[in-house]
């Protein structure tokens, strides 16, 4: 193939590609699965845990789920330094916005000013790109609840339901059939469930191995609450229940 | 005339047992003129946590709001709320920055650490020399007013409605005798879960 267009980043290649970006995006799609669903009351983020070792020490509250701001949050997929550094600008972008109009940022002007950094290293200074796709939840006063993904590109677009990480496009399929327009949290937890348990197929889904957050609104304040284990263990259980049903039929 | 006098304040913060008090003036005005009288200067920092800011409002404004964006990554990265004391630290390094051009308001911080409870306050001055407090901190145009006259009322261990009382009346009888503040009065009482603002009757001139 054009080898000699791919060690320069900021090179497109004769086909008109740009392989250190396609990479990076190889990259991610070996990474632990990141779903999220827009309900009409809620957004539901589902992260797959690729590292549950029990000899690993839980200092931190969540391994791929960022509170960003007040009002946003995401969850990562890729290259967790990487992310790391995304997380902190994103905060930072937050606050700066937040200090000089004493305002809480809007949703898609966030991920758009990440994007533009990101875009960045696909152009100019011979530094890799990031290999990190992130999904963004959040809400503000103009649009209400919002559900973005932006990957290595610099790409970015609104979504009522997508999947980052392994097996996305299995899970995307999944979502086309059975995302319902108006749906609602109570429904939309259970379904995130339930495509992360089909993904997942090969290695069984635990609640260890998932870390699920809502995104609601309430007393006029924007609440992430991240799904204990118990609950988690709950839902799991149910869900390979109904799994079980289904197959005998 | 002095910049620490254009606009004029009043603050005092008052430690009891289990409870802090912070109290403010709500006089806004230019020399001599008033503008309004229902002005805020105390600035809600965490759930136990305020800070009120003496001196030019619209440095009192910008130190605020700095603060609160200091504030907001650290708790986004420590996934925790700030500790009285390191927000103490945070105040002083943020008004040392400006060593050689100083905002022109200085803060008193009062709340309760979000772990032990245990009551705190603090006043500054313009280049963020942090003086933690034991019983009270008074800071404004009545600061001197305001020492005199809570010498006069606190006492140690103070239930929060003898606090409550020790407070205002240190803070109306002191804003009475400044003529840059009064017009009304603010008082916050800071308990373990929860927070009473209350407004205060004051002479209106």
């Known amino acids: 193939m054009s080898r000699r267009y791919d060690s320069r980043t900021t090179m497109f290649s004769p086909e008109g590609r740009l392989y250190q970006v396609e990479y990076a995006m190889e990259a991610i799609g070996n990474a632990g699965t990141c779903l999220g669903i827009l309900a009409s009351d809620g957004i539901v983020l589902a992260c797959e845990k690729r590292i549950t070792n029990k000899l690993l020490d839980e200092i931190f509250e969540t391994e791929k789920l960022y509170r960003l701001s007040a009002d946003m949050v995401c969850s990562v997929a890729g290259i967790t330094s990487d992310a790391n550094i995304l997380v902190n600008e994103l905060r930072h972008i937050a606050q700066r916005y937040q200090l000089q109009y004493q305002e809480p940022m809007p949703c898609e002007q966030l991920v758009s000013q990440l994007c533009d950094i990101k875009q960045t290293y696909t152009q100019f200074g011979g530094k890799r790109p990031f290999g990190v796709s992130l999904l963004y939840a959040g809400w503000d006063p103009h649009y209400g609840l919002q559900l973005y993904q932006s990957d290595p590109s610099g790409n970015f677009s609104g979504w009522k339901a997508t999947c980052i990480g392994a097996n996305n496009a299995q899970a995307m399929s999944t979502l086309e059939s059975e995302f319902k327009e108006g749906i609602t949290l109570e429904d939309a937890v259970p379904l995130a469930i339930k495509i992360m348990h089909k993904i997942m197929d090969q290695n069984k889904l635990t609640a260890e191995k998932l870390e699920l957050a809502t995104v609601t609104r309430s007393d006029d304040k924007t609440k992430m609450t991240i799904i204990p284990r118990e609950k988690l263990e709950k839902l799991i259980s149910e869900r390979e229940k109904l799994a079980a049903a289904e197959k005998q039929k | ?205």
């Open chain 2, 1 to 205: 005339m002095s910049i620490d006098e254009y606009n004029g304040s009043a603050i005092v913060a008052m430690t009891g047992k289990d409870c802090v008090a912070i109290a403010t003036d709500t006089r806004f005005g230019v020399q001599r003129t008033t503008i309004t009288t229902d002005f805020e200067r105390v600035h809600k920092m965490g759930p136990t946590l305020y800070v009120a800011m003496s001196g030019l409002v619209t440095d009192a404004y910008t130190v605020a709001a700095r603060l609160k964006y200091r504030l907001n990554l650290y708790e986004l990265r420590e996934n925790r709320p700030v500790n009285p004391k390191v927000f103490v630290s945070m105040v002083s390094n943020l008004l040392y920055e400006r060593r050689f051009g100083p905002y022109f308001s200085t803060p008193v911080v009062a709340g309760l650490d979000p772990t032990s409870g245990k009551p705190f306050i603090a006043g500054f001055d313009c280049i963020g020399d942090p003086t933690i407090g034991t019983d009270f901190v008074t800071d404004g145009t009545s600061g001197e007013q305001l020492m005199g006259m809570c010498e006069a009322f606190w006492r140690p261990d103070l239930n929060k409605d003898e606090l409550f009382e020790a407070i205002s009346q240190s803070l109306l009888n002191a804003q009475d005798r400044d003529s840059y503040a009064g017009w009304g009065a603010q008082v916050y009482i800071i308990e373990k879960d929860k927070v009473t603002k209350k407004i205060l009757k004051a002479r209106k001139d």
